[in-house]
Structures are given as C-alpha cells and as structure tokens.
C-alpha cells in the first residue's frame, strides 16, 4: 500500500481473493460457515451501497454493537466502502456505559444483534436506525433488507480523516473516545506486512473480540489485505479454542497474554501429569526448551510431532498483544515449537507501537519502535525506568470531546504520554514495568507495579489469578484458587494457598511482598484484552476478606439434569437443611463457602453413606472440592457396606506396614539409624532436650513441629535406642509410597501411609497403631511451614486423642527450617536442636482446652509445643 493510502483502497480489492475462504466462523452447533472473498467482497460493498441509499454522508458515524461473526466482518468493510466511520461497542458494556457511548459518539445508525435489541433500548437507542447481523431475511431490520445494488466506487477520503471510534477499556475509570485516522491504521498494517508474518495460504485464529483495535487491525485487516482466511471460533472456552485449532488449519494465533498463558500451562500439566508417551514427551519439552534457550534452534515441532498434530497440525506463530506477555510464557511456548512475537501498543496508537521483529525477538521484551516511530522514557529514575512517551503517524491527535483528558495525554512539545513505564536497553528494545497509575504507592513512599508482583505469586498451580492492590496501608492480594489443581493436592486450600504464597515471596524484595490476601471465587474483572480493571478490585478484597462470596449462581443444564435423579435430590435437600443460613448452589465450595474442612467434610460423607445407604470412598470424597462434585459421586456410587467392615479393611490394607519387622530388616534399620545419628551430629551437631524423660514404651505419641523435609531424619537420631524398637511413623503416601526406594525405606523405618485424601483412614491406622501400645510419630500440622514459623494444628491429632486417650509428647524442632527450608533441595550445615516436652495425659489437655473438642484439643497441644518454642528462642 502508498504511505498515503486509505484502508479504502485494500479492501475494495477483496475480489482478487476469488473463491479461496476469506472466513470460517465455527458454530455452537457444530456446523461451519465458510465466505469466499469473492462472496465477502459482493456482501460488503452491497451493505456499502445499502448505506449510500439509506442517505449515509461519508465521515458519519454509524455503532456496531455485536459479537463476532462474518456478518460483522462484512458489515465493518462495507461501512469503511460507503465512507463511514465505525462505532465500536464492545457487547458486553453496561448499560450506562452504552448510552455514555452512544451519545458521546453523536451516532444516528446501529449494527446489532437480536439478543442486544433490550439493553440497547434500555441505554437510549431505541430511535437509531438498526440493522440486525443475525437475524433472517423476513425481519425487517435485517442485514438482508439493507443489501442494495453493490457500490461501483468509494467516496474519496483523505488519509487524515477518521477511519474508525473506538473506545478505551476503562481500566481505570470511564471510557475515552479514540478517534483513529486511516493515516495511523494504515502505517501500522505496513509495518507489519514488511515481515511476511501472515501469508496467502495461511489460516488466522481470532478469538478476540473485534471491537478492540488490536483484533480488529492485526486479526481481521492484515488478514484480508493479504488474502489469508480469518478463523472464528464458536466461543472462546478451552474446548472451541482447541476446536478450531485442530480442525481450521490454524497457522497463526492472534491472541492475548491471558490465552497463552492458559495454553502453555495446560499443554505441559497434561504432559507433565500424562502417562508413559506423554510423560516422555515432557522430558523432550524440558529438552526442546533447553535447546532455544542456549542455541536459539526451534526443535518442538519435531520432538514433539505427535502433540502437533493434534492440537494444531499447521500452526507456527503466535502474535500477542494487548498486555505484557510473560518471558516464561513465550519460552515455553517457543519450547513447543511456536514462533512467540509479541509487541507494545494503546488503542491511542493503533494498537502497534513496538514489535519483535522475527529472527531478533527479545523474548519478555515489547520490542523495536516500528518504522517512523519515536520513544523516549520520561524522567527515567536511578534504573532508567520512566514514563513511555510515543511520537508517530500512528498516534491519534486526541480524545472525542474530552479536552481535559487531551491536556493530560500530550506534552508540550507533542509526545504522547502512554501511561505506562518502561525502560530501553542497550539495543533499544523496550522493557514495560506497568501503569503510571496503576502504580501502588505505600505509606512509607515505596512504589509498587502491581504486574510484577502478580507474575510472582502467579507462578503457583494452586493460583489461577490473583491481583494486588493496598488495602488498609499495605500490599494485599486477591486470590482466585484454581480448584482443579487443588482437587489432587489435599489439604485445605487456605493452607495450601498460604504456602504457596509463602513459597514464591521470598523471590521478592521485602516491601514488595504481601502483607495479607483473601481468598474470593467471584470472576476478577478484567478487559477483553485480558487486563484488571484495577478500580473494581477494591470491593471485591472487602467482600473476600468478610468470607462472603459470589452472588447468585446460576443452574446449568447439567446441573439441573443431575439433581433429577432422586437419590441426589434428597442428598442435595438434606445438605440444605444442614445449613440453613447459606443457599447452597453447586459450585458451594464446603471449605471457602461453609467453613467445613477436610475432616468434617468426610464425616459429612459417613453421615450420607448412614442415611442414604450410598458408598462414597475417602478418595471419592477427597475429590470432592464443590457441592457438584459431591453430587456426582453420590450419583455414581454403590450401596454402601458396614460400618464395621469398611474399618477392618481399612485395617488390613495398612497390616503390610504395622506388622514387626524381620530379623534383616531390623538389622538394616539398626545400621541405618548408627549412620543417621553420625550424619546428623556431623551436618547439623545435633543437640536433644529432654529425651531422658521419653517413656520406653506406648501408648505414647510425639507430635513435633514440621519445618523441613530433614525432620524426620533429625527426629529419628535424637530419640535413644531404648525406643526405636518401638516407633511408628506417619508418612505421606504420594510423597514416599509411589516408588521401591521409599517403600524400602517406609518397612525399615516402621512407617504406614497418610493420605491427605482419605483422613479418617489415616486416623484409624494411627488409632490402630496406639491401641498396639505403640509409639506413634504424627507430626499435627501435615505441611512443612513454608517460613518457619509454628502453624495450625490441625484437628486429625485431636481426633486421635479423643478415641485412644493416649499420652502425648510435645516436641519442638529448632533449626531445621536454616539447615533445609521447604523451596530447598538440598541441606546446608546449621545447628539443630530437638526439644521434648514432658508426657501429656489425656485429661490434662482436655482441661487445658477446655473441651474434648478435636480443634481445641489440637489448639492446646499446639500451645504446649510454642511453649517449647519460646524456651529456644530465650
């Protein structure tokens, strides 16, 4: 195209296309619609003639108020044909924001849709002109009833003169009208065509909404001028997505941080947790990875053949835009085998402003200026980090009716101040560090860009979102737990939640940490593009931290067909009236929704077997992270069998671990634990508190702290012989169980297995193991502390006093946490010291709780264990 052309000029040359496939728009119900560009070309430029008769004058404003669809696509070209200037609105606006928009934009004629026809009303467009894009020829506002005989020229229009109106998302307010002329569209798509990115042949995925400039431009202009097929997918879930990829031939991806994120994460959870092919195929991921990293070569499409081929045989490029793409999501993808470019852009810059060139990318960076334009970072600080300022045919000459936020948006000498802060490096690539004012700034004057932290804490597969923000004078976070990741963890998900943030804190400076965070499930609101609306974020922390939840669920299909069935319907009924301050809805979650945790949750679950006659296993209800999911294994499960049966077996499945061991195994463990005491006093001089008043015999527990994955090790060598005949562990199953070394380990040192998953099982071996007159190490609080402080016990250790009444030892752990913290994997020299307590009956801790209730029982143990604690510390 001429420096000096209009987007008038390309797309009236559509018909060059002929009948190779200008759209393929997938559908809900199955089917795919497929337009040539010769058909494309005709519909456009009849809608274009429609509108020259309707009395259309060229520069008129005319709204588009639909989702996705070729008819969207052929309505925007022959609007562009007739000369007219586009209103896009994005569908989901409120209605407040709609007639903000509508009146703002001075428009008199709409495109929509039928489902859109209510709220369009509703916000003052009831009088415009409307076209509807779905509706059948007999409807009088239809799309058809506007066709005319097919424009034979285009108005004249100069490349100065406004092209398109778009909106800014309101991450932070109210939405600004953006003019934007065909002069700065126009520069843009030839700074990218230079590179021969999209070609002829190619099929582009766009599953992005086109009223943003960045899809509208790179995913549905570039596609067109250059005659490749625009693939729309008939939704924007995981499923459509993988549909058309797979079935589109798909060799391009326009799409956001967010989507990629979510692909790159997926591909390798699948590989990474699949079975033998896809386990190997992980390992040649981590080798492709380390292949682009260190020599730049792309081998994923070729190590990973087969994973290509079904998700998406063609694809090669993936173009991200919108917001800043992580350097670990682009080298995990380029892992893959995808070429990753991404670049930097406002709508107030046509969306291009810096780009990675091909065969150059600067992965994590936004990239080179593109051809003729200029940055300068703005009072850069100590680190060079400053305000992005932008200069440019690409920048628009400023906002619709808004001459205060126009004073705001340019300097004096006619820079563009982006709003974002950034920093080049030597080379000239820019590096973005977040928002002007998104920036946080505590009372101590510290600033904080909220991305970088986000990204941080992000890294945890037990997050799905999280966004930070100040609350009350200090940094907090939002967090959205991904429960699918959970469902398999076991535990609580405020445990293991508060781990996780624990984990990645420390890789952040310390004002830069969380000095709190809530748990909510309610949606986080972002833009389309994938950014928060950082301004609605407030109440929802509020909301989180009072424990109140999202508002009214909405039924599913699903939903309702499942509660049909009569046994899940009195199990749902019953529920209901177990709690009947709260309105229980599938998605209720009994830890974050009803307080309830892994404990109580399966005696619930014995409760239903008892009432209902249903056999739901410790796994089916350790599954269960939701009401839906607990009515689908009460869906699925037998007749339950007795009570007293379903405890022996219990019983006999861990007899391989509780019965003695034989005289080459006592041996071996004799052996093991002589070198265990030498190691331990040589690594970490072990010093031992107290263990003269251990009693040699049971039944006897030692409850000590747990900071590190040597505890146990440290533990084992500062109890005396006289006792090691006699000890019984509790070890974690998927941690120790799952290969022949550990299993080894777990006879030599009389450990059974404990299942996060199955508590009451583990509590019953643990009851079974004292009824023997046994000494039972159980360490309360399940997780290794992830900063080395003393955490809850939980109330499994007081439900095993309550049903033996068995003596209790307090013990206290010092040092370990230096010596080996949890994100360590190996362990350093640092003194360590074991503390025991004198024996506790069971009567005294009851009094000292004041209850035989499990948690306070648990509570005043973990009292007599900080006692020990502070005596350390002094």
Known sequence: MPAAATLIDPLGALEDGGDRPAIRAFRQDGTVETISFRDLAQQARRVAGGLRASGLEPGEFVGIYAPNSPAWIAARVGLLLAGGVAVSLDSDLSIEQLRQQLADSGARRIFTAGDHLDTLKEAGGGELETWLLDAGEDDPRSLARLLDEP????????????????????????????????????????????????????????????????????????????????????????????????????????????????????????????????????????????????????????????????????????????????????????????????????????????????????????????????????????????????????????????????????????????????????????????????????????????????????????????????????????????????????????????????????????????????????????????????????????????????GEAVWSDADNELLREPRVRRVFDWLQAKFPDRKLSPDTSPQLDLGIDSLAWVQLGLEIEEQFAVALSEEAIGRTLTVRDLLREVEAAPAAEAGADKQRALIAEAERWLRPRGALLSAGAATLHVLLKMLCKLLFRLRVEGGEALPGRGPIIIAPNHVSDIDPFVLAAALPGRVRGELTWGADRDRLFGNPAGRLLARLGHLFPVDDRAPAASLAVAAEVLSRGRILIWFPEEWRSPDGGLQRFLPGIGRILNQTHARVVPCYIAGAFEAMPRQARLPRPHPVTVHFGPAVTYDELKAAAGSDDDKALAAALRDRVALLQSREER
């Not at 109106?165 to 934007?180: A, D, E, N």
């Not at 809530?518 to 609101?525: D, F, G, K, S, Y």
């Open 151 to 550: 424009l034979a020229e285009s108005p004249k229009v100069a490349a100065d003169e406004v092209a398109t109106l778009f909106y800014t998302s309101g991450t932070t307010g109210q939405p600004k009208g953006v003019p934007l002329t065909h002069r700065n569209i126009v520069g843009n798509i030839e700074a990218i065509l230079a590179h021969n990115l999209v070609k002829a042949a190619d099929s582009v995925l766009l599953p992005l909404p086109l009223h943003h400039s960045y899809p509208f431009i790179v995913g549905m202009l570039i596609p067109l001028i250059v005659g490749a097929t625009i693939v729309l997918p008939a939704g924007v879930s995981g499923p459509e997505i993988r549909r058309a990829l797979a079935e589109g031939d798909v060799a391009v991806v326009v799409g956001v941080p967010r989507l990629y994120d979510a692909l790159a994460s997926g591909l390798t959870q699948r590989l990474r947790t699949g079975g033998g092919v896809e386990k190997a195929m992980y390992w040649l991921l981590r080798l492709s990875g380390l292949l682009r990293r260190r020599f730049g070569v792309r081998w994923g499409r070729t190590l990973l053949k087969p994973l290509h081929k079904r998700v998406a045989p063609k694809l090669r490029l993936l173009a991200s835009g919108g917001a800043k793409l992580e350097a670990e999501t682009s080298w995990t993808l380029e892992a893959f085998g995808w070429m990753v470019l991404s670049g930097y852009g406002l709508v107030e810059t046509a969306s291009i402003s810096t780009f990675n060139p091909p065969g150059r990318a600067r992965l994590g960076s936004a990239g080179l200026p593109a051809p003729g334009v200029e940055l300068r970072i703005a009072e850069p600080n100590a680190q060079g980090h400053g305000e992005v300022q932008i200069k440019g045919p690409n920048v628009f000459q400023g906002y619709r009716h808004n001459p205060e936020a126009n004073a705001e948006a340019f300097t004096e000498d006619g820079w563009f101040r982006s709003g974002d802060l950034g920093w080049r490096d030597e080379e000239g690539y820019l590096w973005l560090a977040g928002r002007v004012k998104e920036m946080i700034v505590l009372p101590d004057g510290k600033n904080i860009a909220p991305e970088e932290v986000e990204a941080v804490y992000a890294e945890s597969p037990y997050i799905r979102e999280i966004a930070v923000l100040e609350h009350g004078g200090q940094l907090v976070g939002l967090v959205v737990p991904d429960l699918e990741a959970l469902r398999g963890a076991g535990g609580r998900i405020e445990d293991l939640i508060r781990i996780a943030l624990a984990e990645n804190g420390p890789r952040l400076p310390a004002y830069k940490r969380l000095g709190d965070w809530a748990i909510t499930r309610e949606r986080l609101p972002r833009t389309h593009l994938g950014k928060f609306q950082r301004h609605k974020l407030p109440p929802i922390y509020e909301r989180a931290e009072r424990g109140q939840g999202p």
